[in-house]
């Protein structure tokens, strides 16, 4: 087989997923080293895209300047004028992506088989069995390519100088992150209120409430709750993808919802603790098992679920967490 020299590759959508997908990308720079490797990232998670790996040219992608699938289309055009691609690889198995791959018209145009989209692809594959980590389905998809493809672990991420990225206050920090896109993986506020107080008053620990701008004011009512303003820093929507990472390197601890922070967070080699809400850990786990616990209430007759919604209401996979077994790492 022809070895690729322009590659295209579109990312997936979410924080967590371009998380997971850093395995694959360093496999395919490891694979491809001449190649000229082009990432296509949602607009507005693109200034992570440098950090997981060497690529050519980063393109972000707004469904605001291109909805519905024509604009899609129009926009996998665009790079066609601009280039002519020997390889597509579409991480997402949306209908979408595979549209954007086939209008580039790249030679070779790999992804998984799912909602009539395998007509589009040139590479179509089936999907690996239930179960399997969604760093290894995306890195799946080169060894399918390429059965020789350079598979190697992967190193922490790092921000150089973080304190001069994002400063932070004097002392030890511990980041605690309470939202979710999803209700079900949403930490409720009157339990993070009550991990909170444990923590303010056993522990020393400046804590820094991250989040998205849309989260803000969810995370501003349970600061002002919780009063201790002098100790309590609400960073939701004040930091960018950069900054967040700088935080997280600085950080103490992380303990966190299953979201896109608990991902960045591990990649970055900060002692985690994500909460597993609604979740499937053998799919969606952090990639690095160094530093990381994953706690789980015990006997839940409902757990694991991976639905968005709590199908019993009230989320007790993470309304039953025990505040002192959290802190116990933090103190190790």
Known sequence: MKIPKEILVRLPNWLGDMVMAYPFLDSLRRTYPAANIT??????LESLVPYLGHFNKIIPFSKKEFPGLKGVYRFGKSLQKATTYDLFISLPDSFSAAVMGYATGARHRVGYRKELRQWMLTHPTNFPPAGTHRSEVYRNLLLYYCPTAQISKVDFLEIEAPEKVFPLPVGK?????????AD??????????????FWMKTTNYHLILPGHHTEF???ENIAKLAGHSDRI???????TIPELMAVLQQADQLITTDT???HLG?????HTVMLLGAADERVTAPIFTERLRMPRVPDLACAPCVRNTCKVGGVPCLTGMEVDRLLNPLEG
């Open 184 to 197: 079900s993986r949403r930490l409720p506020i009157f339990k993070a209120l009550e991990f909170i107080e």
């Open 266 to 270: 591990n990649a970055m080699g900060t």
């Open 233 to 239: 820093f609400n960073l939701a929507g004040k930091t």
């Open 217 to 219: 004011d969810y995370v």
């Open 39 to 44: 990432i296509i990232a949602k607009q507005g």
């Open 260 to 262: 896109g922070i608990a």
């Open 173 to 181: 920090h511990l980041i605690f992150n309470v939202n979710s896109n």
